[in-house]
């Protein structure tokens, strides 16, 4: 039985440094009709647990602990008896959210998580926040990023716990090293590939070249 990629948008708000914003998030369900994992857990507990339809949910593997990307995750947790993966990098972030309770299990750069006959590989890609893990389906050919590389560049980094060069490391050595035609499944907003945001991140690098002439 081949292995599903379902996408559930659910929409709330993400708050940080005083500021909130509204914001649509990516849910993404990966598996078949027997088991899944759930990458990131947004807003809607509801939502979630009904994408998942029953099936044994082996894993909820998080890209990163902002609230808007952890705010169902315990309720979802609870419903679906799974367990919750964070980088430990990002416990400063998860507990501004879930001061009480800790996520069951640690993401090591690296980790395999088995489902439906397939595998998701972690790859930690600090920037956006110091844990934030991208998880690439190989068989598939995608990779899905949370909020380290969207549709047109990498992710915000002008707020607490985040930095800017790092996240172009993490992209051009983590991410722009895997196959050109990867598609690039966001936390937020359209797909894309992997040939795509480097084209983007080289146009970029020369337009800077030709404001510092």
């Not at 993400?14 to 914003?21: A, Q, R, V, Y």
């Not at 920037?127 to 934030?132: A, D, I, K, R, W």
């Not at 907003?189 to 510092?212: H, P, S, V, Y």
């Amino acid at each position: 039985m081949s292995v599903a990629i379902e996408n559930l948008v659910t929409s709330g708000t993400f708050s940080l440094d005083g500021g909130t914003w509204d914001v649509d998030n990516n849910v993404w369900i990966v598996g078949n009709d027997d088991e899944c994992v759930i990458i990131d857990s947004p807003h809607d507990a509801e939502a979630i647990i009904g994408q998942v339809r029953g099936r044994k949910v082996r894993a909820i593997l998080l890209t990163h602990a902002h609230n808007d990307h952890i705010g169902a995750a315990l309720d979802v947790a609870k419903a679906v008896n799974a367990p919750i993966h964070l980088h430990p990098a990002d416990m400063v972030l998860w507990e501004q959210v879930y001061p009480d309770a800790g996520p069951d299990r640690y993401i090591t750069d690296g980790d395999i998580f088995d489902v439906a006959g397939t595998a998701l590989q972690a790859i930690h890609t600090p920037g956006h926040s110091p844990g934030s893990t991208c998880f690439y389906l190989e068989s598939e050919g995608t990779v899905f990023t949370g909020d380290t590389l969207f549709n047109g560049g990498p992710g915000a980094t002008g707020r607490s716990h985040s930095d800017h060069p790092t996240i172009l490391a993490s992209i051009r050595e983590r991410l722009l090293t895997l196959p050109p035609e990867t598609v690039v499944r966001t936390g937020h907003g359209d797909n894309t590939t992997i040939k795509a945001e480097a084209e983007n991140l080289a146009q970029a690098a020369l337009d800077r070249q030709a404001d510092g002439a």
